[in-house]
């Protein structure tokens, strides 16, 4: 399995963030990753990304519609992510959870919607605070799995990212501890669900992920990536991070 670690821009970047892009690219040239490299700019750069990073590195939406095509004003399809230059699509992220209300039964069927279309899916999950200080942290995010992932999905076409929602954009995160007790569960629950297939399907971290922090949390076992946002804007703190992986 080749980890994975992806820049969620979120609703930052205009043209001139581009620049990021190509002095990621030439690091990467000149040093080649362990691990994928993957951003998810705003969909308005995502063309001019792609002819930017002429496969340098992945890219990818940050949402997808559920539907294929049709009259869903302001909606972006899957298929047109593609078409853009997208290989992966970030699904259920807390942030379209909370701000757009959608539930687990969306999470899945924007999942399918993506592989329709060829791309992989990152699905989001993770507890809130007060879920995690109830004790409850485990048994949300299996609910959360149980509800959103596919019956179908594989190692090839789905990715989890374990975000909780306490450490996203606070600079807190859990403990080592508590980081690998979590995505050892989460592994647990894909192979139980999904068979041995599962043990190669790629479970990333993400939260408050710094240069400072990224050896320690992305060499943490079952870490098998990192999805990281405010730190991914900046081609020199996401390449940091990058090159944190495996190197402890
Ligand atoms: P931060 O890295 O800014 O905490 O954001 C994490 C995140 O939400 C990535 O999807």
Same mark, same amino acid.
């Given at each position: 399995?080749?980890?994975?670690?992806?820049?969620?821009?979120?609703?930052?970047?205009?043209?001139?963030?581009?620049?990021?892009?190509?002095?990621?690219? #030439?690091?990467? @040239?000149?040093?080649?990753? *362990?691990?994928?490299?993957?951003?998810?700019? &705003?969909? =308005?750069?995502? +063309? %001019?990304?792609?002819?930017?990073?002429?496969?340098?590195?992945?890219?990818?939406?940050?949402?997808?519609?559920?539907?294929?095509?049709?009259?869903?004003?302001?909606?972006?399809?899957?298929?047109?992510?593609?078409?853009?230059?997208?290989?992966?699509?970030?699904?259920?992220?807390?942030?379209?959870?909370?701000?757009?209300?959608?539930?687990?039964?969306?999470?899945?069927?924007?999942?399918?919607?993506?592989?329709?279309?060829?791309?992989?899916?990152?699905?989001?999950?993770?507890?809130?605070?007060?879920?995690?200080? #109830?004790?409850? @942290?485990?048994?949300?995010? *299996?609910?959360?799995?149980?509800?959103?992932? &596919?019956? =179908?999905?594989? +190692? %090839?076409?789905?990715?989890?990212?374990?975000?909780?929602?306490?450490?996203?954009?606070?600079?807190?995160?859990?403990?080592?501890?508590?980081?690998?007790?979590?995505?050892?569960?989460?592994?647990?629950?894909?192979?139980?669900?999904?068979?041995?297939?599962?043990?190669?399907?790629?479970?990333?971290?993400?939260?408050?992920?710094?240069?400072?922090?990224?050896?320690?949390?992305?060499?943490?076992?079952?870490?098998?990536?990192?999805?990281?946002?405010?730190?991914?804007?900046?081609?020199?703190?996401?390449?940091?991070?990058?090159?944190?992986?495996?190197?402890?």
């Amino acid at each position: 399995m080749r980890s994975l670690v992806a820049g969620n821009w979120k609703m930052n970047g205009l043209a001139a963030g581009l620049a990021e892009l190509a002095s990621l690219k #030439a690091a990467l @040239a000149a040093k080649p990753p *362990a691990a994928e490299v993957l951003v998810c700019p &705003p969909f =308005t750069l995502l +063309a %001019q990304a792609a002819w930017a990073v002429k496969d340098a590195f992945a890219l990818g939406g940050q949402d997808c519609s559920p539907h294929d095509g049709g009259a869903y004003t302001g909606d972006i399809s899957a298929a047109m992510l593609k078409d853009a230059g997208a290989s992966y699509v970030i699904v259920g992220h807390s942030e379209r959870r909370h701000y757009h209300g959608e539930r687990e039964s969306d999470v899945a069927a924007k999942t399918q919607a993506a592989w329709r279309a060829g791309l992989c899916a990152i699905i989001c999950i993770g507890e809130t605070e007060s879920q995690r200080d #109830a004790g409850d @942290a485990h048994s949300i995010c *299996a609910g959360q799995l149980d509800a959103s992932v &596919p019956d =179908t999905a594989t +190692a %090839q076409n789905t990715a989890i990212a374990y975000e909780p929602v306490w450490a996203i954009g606070t600079g807190k995160t859990p403990t080592s501890a508590d980081i690998a007790a979590m995505h050892a569960h989460i592994r647990s629950c894909l192979v139980r669900r999904l068979g041995e297939g599962a043990q190669g399907m790629r479970i990333l971290y993400g939260g408050s992920v710094k240069p400072e922090n990224a050896a320690e949390i992305l060499n943490l076992p079952e870490v098998n990536g990192a999805l990281v946002g405010g730190a991914s804007l900046k081609a020199a703190d996401f390449l940091n991070i990058i090159t944190a992986f495996k190197v402890v």
